[in-house]
């Protein structure tokens, strides 16, 4: 295992942190706060145009091959700049399992739309909203030509905006994974109240048919990937998170005084400093490990239930030591620590929460 980034990967983490660190002020949380589509569809025009949402996908699907490992260099400096963004339900979760499991056909209509800037969204109506359940609570039913899809899907990202949905639904028994056209009859979507910054919807399959060719062969091992893929990426993005709120506590210690002297010469600032670097440094080799053999088709499965569950509670410790050196500025509206709290929030419960992949990682050692 080598986890040292290549100059390629050099190259693309430095560029993105320059170009999103340009564009944070216009299509960060707060810029888009009032957008309809929940992010800021210039810039994701502007990220069309660079290529990043074909950079980490397949060239023979008119990508440029640059693999997951980088889409995750890409996502941990929108995390770092708290930019809203559809890159990661749109390239990670939707172009990534269709360009493996897709048919030459959804391949070129759908990761080829990706690429040329098409939003895709997923619906995993899990029960009780657990994501390492077998079932779903949509379900499909065979009709000449296709399937009726019927059910209810929460906390789907993008919906709005999403032109499609890769919707998980039980078929007899088993999972099964369509494309879903967003603006047929029968799909109706409501914006959920979220802490996270990014919009989550409700929504409901009434008697939905698709055909037949949007059926993605596969099962639940299209389903396993999408978890893979997104709860991997999530760490990714929160280890930007986390290496932000570090950078800006360790500069704030610095330069705030208290009895006449900078707070970070206290040792109890220092320690808790230190205890974040300590953190942050671990929830990025955790995150990294668990995307590079995810990169390279390995198994990644205890990779990825670790990674989930210790970047999760790393950020969220990150988070609580950061409100502690910021003191009450860090809780108002005003100063961006917030954010980043509140993205903490929404990443860990993204794709299963820290409880069910320790649940995981507890039953794959036999107890």
């Known amino acids: ?194 802490v996270g910054s990014e919009p989550q919807y409700r929504v409901e399959f009434r008697d939905v048919v698709v055909p037949a060719s949007r059926l993605i062969d596969g099962g639940r091992a299209v389903v396993r990937l999408i978890s893979a893929l997104g709860a991997a990426a999530a760490c990714a993005e929160m280890a930007g998170g986390a290496q932000r709120v570090l950078d800006s506590t360790v500069q704030y210690a610095r330069t705030r005084e208290q009895f006449g002297r900078p707070i970070g010469s206290f040792q109890a600032v220092q320690h808790h400093c230190a205890d974040m670097a300590v953190d942050v440094l671990g929830a990025r080799l955790t995150a990294y490990e668990a995307a590079w053999r995810l990169s390279e088709g390995l198994p990644a499965e205890m990779e990825v239930a670790v990674a989930k569950a210790a970047v999760s509670e790393a950020y969220r410790r990150v988070c609580a030591l950061g409100h502690q050196v910021h003191g009450a500025i860090g809780f108002t509206g005003e100063h961006d620590l917030h954010l980043y709290t509140r993205h903490q929030f929404a990443c860990s419960l993204a794709f299963g929460d820290a409880g069910a992949h320790l649940d995981y990682v507890a039953r794959a050692l036999g107890i």
Do not use: N
Request: overall charge negative.
């Open 1 to 194: 295992m080598d986890l040292t980034l290549t100059a390629d990967q050099r190259l693309i983490r430095d560029a993105a942190a320059e170009f999103l660190s340009a564009r944070a002020a216009e299509a960060g949380a707060r810029a888009v706060r009032t957008e309809a589509a929940g992010y800021s569809r210039t810039l994701w025009k502007e990220l069309v145009d660079l290529g990043w949402t074909g950079l980490p996908l397949p060239a023979s699907d008119g990508g440029e091959g640059a693999g997951f490992l980088t889409a995750c260099l890409l996502l941990e400096q929108l995390g770092a700049h708290q930019i809203p963004s559809p890159y990661l339900p749109s390239v990670v979760c939707a172009a990534f399992p269709i360009a493996r499991f897709g048919t030459p056909a959804q391949r070129e209509e759908f990761v080829g739309g990706i690429v040329r800037g098409r939003v895709l969204s997923y619906a995993r109506a899990a029960p009780r909203g657990q994501w390492d359940s077998d079932d779903s609570e949509v379900r499909a039913t065979p009709v000449p030509g296709g399937y009726r899809l019927s059910g209810t899907a929460w906390f789907v990202p993008y919906a709005e905006a999403a032109e499609q949905l890769l919707v998980v639904a039980g078929l007899d028994g088993e999972l099964a994974v369509f494309v879903a056209d967003t603006a047929v009859p029968g799909v109706h979507s409501a914006e959920l109240d979220v």
